[in-house]
């Protein structure tokens, strides 16, 4: 399977004007990434569509999407255009409900799969629960063959929620990000190897780009001397990333964490003295 991953820088929006004008330049750059051959999944960043700060929560009036406005038909119709899977992020209007979502479209532009943000951030740099609520369903999905789960930014530090989409067979985690360099950016990495080590897939992390975020993280199922994770810098990049089975299997041989996990956890006393 192979991924181009997008470390995109995204302007300033306050409207829609501001929005399309954004996803126009990007579409541009996402068809000169793939000059060098188009991928099977092409995945971009938490909230791709627009801003990431308050006073651009501000305007979620102006800048939301359902499942049929603009947003989504930007990215359907390039990826019908290029012929594969776009991963994208976007403030979705809902039931009267705005969420992050990670939205997915096929090669063929229709939708194919939706997530929402579990866990919305508010501390920090972070003030998402004033705008967004939370969602309420995981996300597994088949893309070239390959079973694909979706965990939004601080979703990353609740390991249950990883452990379970592990469970139901994913052998690759998106985990698009808004990372700024408050205080939770110098543990992000660590929880990103952790989480990829532990679960035993691949897992990429992915932020936007500028001085204030960027760093987005590539890890292999087993890191090690031969298998280092990718970093990237802060500025715009689009790196071709190849994800081969084998991989994961050579991984859970060498560290055999599977049969070693024991199922009876919560059912173990505490030690107490006689």
């Not at 003030?127 to 965990?151: D, K, N, Q, Y």
């Not at 599977?258 to 030690?271: E, I, N, S, V």
């Amino acid at each position: 399977m192979q991924i181009l991953a997008g470390q995109i820088t995204i302007p300033t929006t306050r409207c829609r004007a501001d929005q399309l004008s954004h996803l126009s330049r990007l579409a541009e750059r996402m068809r000169a990434a793939c000059d060098d051959g188009v991928p099977d999944l092409i995945v971009l960043p938490e909230l791709a569509a627009q801003e990431y700060s308050d006073d651009a929560f501000d305007c979620l009036e102006a800048l939301d999407d359902d499942l049929g406005g603009p947003v989504v038909e930007a990215f359907a119709g390039l990826a019908r255009e290029l012929g594969t899977a776009i991963a994208f992020g976007m403030a979705r209007r809902a039931g009267g409900r705005r969420h992050i979502s990670q939205v997915l479209v096929g090669p063929d532009g229709r939708l194919a799969g939706v997530y929402d943000k579990l866990h919305c951030a508010q501390f920090g740099a972070s003030g998402e629960a004033a705008h967004f609520s939370p969602g309420e369903h995981l996300l597994v999905t088949e893309i070239a063959g390959w079973r694909v789960g979706v965990v939004i930014c601080y979703d990353l530090r609740f390991p249950a929620l990883a452990r379970r989409l592990a469970a139901d067979g994913v052998e690759l985690i998106l985990h698009p990000v808004a990372f700024t360099r408050d205080f939770s950016f110098a543990s992000w990495h660590a929880f990103v190897t952790t989480r990829a080590m532990e679960n035993q897939l691949y897992w990429l992390s992915l932020n936007r780009a500028g001085a204030e975020w960027g760093r987005s993280l590539f890890c292999p199922p087993l890191v090690d001397d031969e298998h280092p994770a990718l970093a990237f810098g802060t500025g715009e990049e689009w790196h071709r990333l190849t994800l081969d089975k084998a991989t994961l299997d050579e991984a859970r041989r060498r560290l055999p964490l599977g049969p070693d996990r024991r199922a009876d956890l919560d059912a173990l006393p505490l030690w107490a003295p006689d």
